[in-house]
């Protein structure tokens, strides 16, 4: 399933500041209906929010707005900061965030958590797939988690096929401070099907 937003996005595909606060209510309002299925929660304090260049392009959109950036270069540099977030066709991309309101708490868990971004997986029938984390930048140490983490899960040809034939989709953590498993909606299975173009 082909869509406006299943490629990378250049300066063609922005508005400018002005054209952009006539847009935004309404492109706003799309945006939050379309990330209501394209968020897995992983138990009570992780979630996966899976990226696309709808999800880019609004992100992209709102930092130009708050910084007021107009130049062609420093439109070039948020392009090429927030491109990599999107899916290449064979992936699903997404950022994974441990939630915890309270300071302190947050603090202690990730302190529990060393290397949980790399125990996160997605399993499409029998076929496991976990994460390949952070390819931005470390950020976790060996003593605690970060809060955020940017993953790939890349999936192999076989598995695509499979998904689109019926498989059960589950997602996961394999980590004993956090562990979790559960079976995908259809809402946001059908969503991240859109992502496989491969």
Excluded: C
């Amino acid at each position: 399933m082909h869509t406006e937003y299943d490629m990378k996005l250049n300066r063609a595909d922005l508005w400018s500041l002005e054209d952009y606060a006539e847009a935004r209510p309404a492109f706003r309002a799309e945006v939050l209906a379309h990330k209501k299925h394209r968020q897995v929660r992983l138990g009570e304090h992780a979630t996966l929010y899976f990226e696309d260049a709808m999800t880019m392009k609004y992100q992209i959109q709102e930092m130009l707005r708050v910084e007021r950036i107009f130049t062609a270069a420093e439109i070039e540099e948020e392009l090429d900061a927030y491109n990599p977030l999107i899916p290449d066709g064979s992936n699903w991309k997404a950022t994974f965030m441990i939630e915890y309101p309270d300071v302190e708490e947050r603090r202690v868990a990730l302190a529990s958590m060393p290397g949980v971004e790399h125990k996160v997986w997605v399993r499409i029938g029998e076929e496991q797939i976990f994460a390949v984390a952070n390819e931005d930048l470390d950020r976790s140490t060996e003593d605690k988690a970060s809060a955020v983490h940017f993953l790939r899960f890349e999936l192999s040809a076989g598995a695509v096929a499979a998904l689109r034939a019926g498989a059960a989709l589950e997602m996961g953590i394999d980590h004993d401070a956090i562990p979790y498993r559960k079976s995908v909606d259809e809402a946001v299975r059908d969503s991240l099907l859109g992502d496989l173009t491969a």
